[in-house]
């Protein structure tokens, strides 16, 4: 569960806009929680530090912050070993695209994988789990709008696909995760995860982001990832 934060560094600090967007996003989790009538814990927010450098990513570690997430593994590796070790307790999610050739660092690396998706990461997966003996959470990706350039199982497709992971692979699925095409609204993808998940036995579900996790909190998310609103507009181009 997430920390809340402690008070904000001083404003002329170069990172005090993002220990601020923190404390604001975690009022604003609060907000809708108590809206929903659903406790604060049952939500965990990732703080999505992908292409932030360690600097930036240490203030929000001292404001109290323990759950981060990262799109790519190889940019993970490079500067979140150093940052684990000064905090022990900080958990770290792999919620971009995973390839296959990299299932031996995110198993090594991660505490969650949101993007389980296709037979190959499945066996590699199983694989370095074995070999590790180390156990992420992961997720399923749903493809809720059925976007030809994105990743993740397509709706129809999603209860054969976890049934597969568990009983071909015998992976421990703990959830599901989805983005919502941008031009629609989100409710009813968040909803239609939902559904899935609820039918499969799944009780974690990563929905939401930095314009829309208010609604996905309503909808039944258990995991947010807020990028954003914490740390600022990147300004390093990512795909």
Known sequence: MTQSPSTPLPADSPHAPATAGLAAVENEIAQACKEARRERGSVTLIAVSKTFAADAISPVIAAGQRVFGENRVQEA????????????????HLIGPLQSNKAKEAVALFDAIHSVD???????????????????????????GEEPQKAGVAPQDADAFIAACRDTYGLAI?????????DQAPAPHFALCAKIAARNGLKHLSMGMSADFAVAIAMGATHVRVGSAIFGTRTVPHN
């Open 118 to 144: 296709r037979a190959s990461i499945c066996e590699a997966l199983a694989k370095e789990i074995k070999s590790q003996q180390r156990l992420p959470d992961l997720f399923v990706q749903i493809n809720t």
């Open 174 to 182: 703990s959830g599901l995760m989805c983005i919502p095409p941008v």
């Open 77 to 92: 590796k490079g500067k979140w070993p150093a940052l684990v070790q000064a905090s022990p307790d900080v958990k770290l």
